[in-house]
């Protein structure tokens, strides 16, 4: 397996958008689920205090957000182009994170524990 691949971070300004993407093998992502989880400056490294995002089943056609970015995010999925999408707007300083994106097999989960497969993760910095 590759493991997954984020791009797409970078510094923006309150109010702005930007899209993260996660790319990885075929055999990494056709197995099920996708999830987008977020860890804040000065939080555990622990993987397993990762803050869920959000997250998509295989298929694209069941998706899950928590609360603090439902309306503003938005996942979605490429499988042709084994790709996962994180469109985010309406950033707030509250959203400052390096962004991780995790795969696993089956349904998706909204703990970061159950996901096996990580990337390393992109910065993401809202400024005001």
């Known amino acids: 397996q590759v493991q997954p691949l984020e791009s797409g971070g970078g510094l923006v300004q309150l109010g702005g958008s930007l899209r993260l993407s996660c790319t990885a093998s075929?055999?990494?992502?056709?197995?099920?689920?996708v999830g987008w989880f977020r860890q804040a400056p000065g939080k555990e490294s622990d993987v397993k205090e990762r803050e869920f995002v959000a997250a998509i089943t295989w298929s694209g056609l069941t998706t899950e957000y928590a609360d603090s970015v439902k309306g503003r995010f938005t996942i979605s999925r490429d499988n042709a182009r084994n790709t996962v999408y994180l469109q985010m707007n309406s950033l707030k300083s509250e959203d400052t994170a390096v962004y991780y994106c995790?795969?696993?097999?089956?349904?998706?989960?909204?703990?970061?524990?159950?996901?096996?497969?990580w990337g390393r993760g992109t910065q993401v910095t809202v400024s005001s």
């Open positions: 075929e055999r990494t992502f056709s197995s099920g689920a």
């Open positions: 995790a795969a696993k097999e089956g349904y998706y989960s909204l703990y970061a524990g159950d996901f096996p497969s």
